[in-house]
């Protein structure tokens, strides 16, 4: 009789599973959406087409010149340094175990697909009426595994590699990040050794004039009001060199906080010459965009948002879970047998939403909400960086044409001091604010130049940004 009833137990439990295999194959027909791979929703948006076909125009990277930040930056120098912070910086070393934490939970997500297994041994004993103490024991080994039927772990798995994939972006973001620091930091640097070295330079020149000027005095040549605004002048002078020494030290202190060391001081170039690299003379072509990490990690949070609608709507739809247990017991019921016996089980449960259909549908509607939202984070994004690539390209033109008419001007300027200084000791009709005027003038043209060079490096830094920040 028990073993008929297994039979009628073990026919039942197929005609279950059976039903239910159908129930979710008419399910999957109605639902095939949430098996979708995610792609760029070009009918959505103009930006996005624009992007999708410079994607599909991109040739080989090989070809293109996806210039490194070796290729922008060629001071050996700063090269030295940027090596050091890339080392060292602890910002791109919490991005790189971002980017380990998002592995991790890819293997998890991947990892889901296999059945779980537990051991779960228990025992206990008890006595009733001063009866003997009967031990009972299980040993059981319990397996369950839930078929993915309606895609819910595998939306999970996809969301979690697009999220490891934004993470390697967010890392290669902060490298570029920490790249334009340094080269920002170093080139500043650079500026502020050349204002002093030119203001220590003015500052003896007009220390010769203040000595000059006694001497004329003293020949009867001039009055004691040209010496005394001589002096003053070089007094001027002599204050700005402090401030200087002060932003030089700051600057060292924060150069010294990239590369993660104690402060010290950093040696620099004394060679300005640099120059945007021949390939991106005439322009950067819009696919350079889908290099830029910034712009990748944007795509890869829409990618994410995608899968965590996707796992909102397969809530809707319900999950099938087979579980086994097996192990070794000598309990039977309410019966204590020594020796035991082997016993196994096999169950199956299909878990449908109801009462919870009005949380999912929130939880759907909160998932297309997130999912808007980051793809108007990457429309933005991708405009952003069209217009930084533009900005860059232009103002690198045109800090070198203002350099060349300030260097003109610094020329000039120069036969200008020389030829009012010359005036001043030969013709009594000059006056020395004549002599003031020009030497003022110069240092502030020189200034310029010295300010115009900064300009351009930073311009330098921003077409590296624009690029994408190498490989």
């Given at each position: 009789?028990?073993?008929?009833?297994?039979?009628?137990?073990?026919?039942?439990?197929?005609?279950?599973?059976?039903?239910?295999?159908?129930?979710?194959?008419?399910?999957?027909?109605?639902?095939?959406?949430?098996?979708?791979?995610?792609?760029?929703?070009?009918?959505?948006?103009?930006?996005?087409?624009?992007?999708?076909?410079?994607?599909?125009?991109?040739?080989?990277?090989?070809?293109?010149?996806?210039?490194?930040?070796?290729?922008?930056?060629?001071?050996?120098?700063?090269?030295?340094?940027?090596?050091?912070?890339?080392?060292?910086?602890?910002?791109?070393?919490?991005?790189?175990?971002?980017?380990?934490?998002?592995?991790?939970?890819?293997?998890?997500?991947?990892?889901?697909?296999?059945?779980?297994?537990?051991?779960?041994?228990?025992?206990?004993?008890?006595?009733?009426?001063?009866?003997?103490?009967?031990?009972?024991?299980?040993?059981?080994l319990?397996?369950?595994?839930?078929?993915?039927?309606?895609?819910?772990?595998?939306?999970?798995?996809?969301?979690?590699?697009?999220?490891?994939?934004?993470?390697?972006?967010?890392?290669?973001?902060?490298?570029?990040?920490?790249?334009?620091?340094?080269?920002?930091?170093?080139?500043?640097?650079?500026?502020?050794?050349?204002?002093?070295?030119?203001?220590k330079?003015?500052?003896?020149?007009?220390?010769?004039?203040?000595e000059?000027?006694?001497?004329?005095?003293?020949?009867?040549?001039?009055?004691?009001?040209?010496?005394?605004?001589?002096?003053?002048?070089?007094?001027?002078?002599?204050?700005?060199?402090?401030?200087?020494?002060?932003?030089?030290?700051?600057?060292?202190?924060?150069?010294?906080?990239?590369?993660?060391?104690?402060?010290?001081?950093?040696?620099v170039?004394?060679?300005?010459?640099?120059?945007?690299?021949?390939?991106?003379?005439?322009?950067i072509?819009?696919?350079?965009?889908?290099?830029?990490?910034?712009?990748?990690?944007?795509?890869?949070?829409?990618?994410?948002?995608?899968?965590?609608?996707?796992?909102?709507?397969?809530?809707?739809?319900?999950?099938?879970v087979?579980?086994?247990?097996?192990?070794?017991?000598?309990?039977?019921?309410?019966?204590?047998k020594?020796?035991?016996?082997?016993?196994?089980?096999?169950?199956?449960?299909?878990?449908?939403?109801?009462?919870?259909?009005?949380?999912?549908?929130?939880?759907?509607?909160?998932?297309?909400?997130?999912?808007?939202q980051?793809?108007?984070?990457?429309e933005?994004?991708?405009?952003?960086?069209?217009?930084?690539?533009?900005?860059?390209?232009?103002?690198?033109?045109?800090?070198?044409s203002?350099y060349?008419?300030?260097?003109?001007?610094?020329?000039?300027?120069?036969?200008?001091?020389?030829?009012?200084?010359?005036?001043?000791?030969?013709?009594?009709?000059?006056?020395?604010?004549?002599?003031?005027?020009?030497?003022?003038?110069?240092?502030?043209?020189?200034?310029?130049?010295?300010?115009?060079?900064?300009?351009?490096?930073?311009?330098?830094?921003?077409?590296?940004?624009?690029?994408?920040?190498?490989?």
């Amino acid at each position: 009789m028990g073993l008929n009833n297994n039979k009628f137990d073990f026919r039942l439990m197929k005609k279950i599973l059976g039903y239910s295999v159908a129930a979710f194959i008419a399910f999957a027909f109605t639902s095939c959406h949430i098996y979708k791979k995610y792609e760029l929703p070009t009918n959505e948006s103009p930006i996005v087409e624009d992007f999708s076909k410079a994607l599909e125009a991109r040739v080989d990277s090989t070809s293109l010149p996806y210039l490194g930040w070796k290729e922008i930056f060629t001071d050996p120098i700063l090269q030295r340094y940027i090596s050091m912070a890339l080392e060292n910086n602890k910002d791109l070393d919490n991005a790189r175990l971002n980017v380990d934490i998002a592995a991790a939970q890819l293997k998890g997500a991947k990892l889901s697909y296999f059945p779980s297994v537990s051991l779960n041994p228990n025992g206990g004993t008890a006595s009733y009426g001063g009866s003997h103490m009967n031990w009972s024991y299980t040993i059981p080994l319990a397996v369950q595994w839930e078929i993915d039927v309606f895609a819910k772990i595998l939306n999970k798995k996809r969301g979690a590699k697009a999220n490891l994939e934004m993470m390697e972006d967010y890392r290669q973001a902060v490298q570029s990040q920490i790249v334009c620091g340094v080269a920002n930091t170093y080139y500043s640097l650079v500026m502020l050794h050349q204002q002093l070295s030119l203001t220590k330079s003015t500052s003896e020149i007009w220390k010769e004039q203040v000595e000059s000027m006694e001497l004329l005095k003293t020949a009867g040549r001039t009055n004691e009001a040209a010496v005394v605004q001589s002096r003053a002048n070089y007094y001027n002078i002599m204050s700005t060199i402090p401030v200087l020494e002060n932003s030089i030290n700051q600057l060292q202190n924060t150069l010294s906080l990239l590369l993660n060391v104690y402060p010290q001081e950093w040696e620099v170039s004394e060679d300005l010459s640099f120059r945007i690299p021949d390939e991106l003379v005439n322009g950067i072509p819009i696919s350079y965009l889908a290099t830029r990490p910034d712009v990748r990690a944007l795509e890869r949070a829409l990618a994410t948002a995608y899968y965590a609608t996707n796992s909102a709507r397969s809530n809707f739809y319900p999950g099938l879970v087979i579980s086994a247990q097996g192990g070794f017991t000598n309990l039977l019921g309410s019966i204590i047998k020594n020796p035991g016996e082997w016993f196994i089980t096999l169950a199956g449960s299909l878990a449908a939403p109801i009462f919870s259909r009005g949380q999912n549908i929130a939880t759907l509607e909160a998932a297309k909400a997130q999912q808007k939202q980051a793809l108007n984070n990457f429309e933005y994004g991708v405009l952003t960086a069209s217009a930084d690539v533009s900005d860059a390209l232009v103002a690198y033109n045109k800090y070198g044409s203002q350099y060349e008419y300030l260097n003109n001007q610094v020329e000039q300027l120069e036969k200008a001091v020389e030829y009012t200084n010359e005036l001043f000791m030969y013709n009594p009709t000059t006056t020395y604010l004549e002599v003031l005027t020009a030497r003022s003038s110069l240092l502030s043209a020189q200034l310029s130049c010295i300010a115009n060079w900064h300009e351009r490096a930073a311009a330098l830094i921003s077409i590296y940004q624009a690029v994408g920040g190498g490989r």
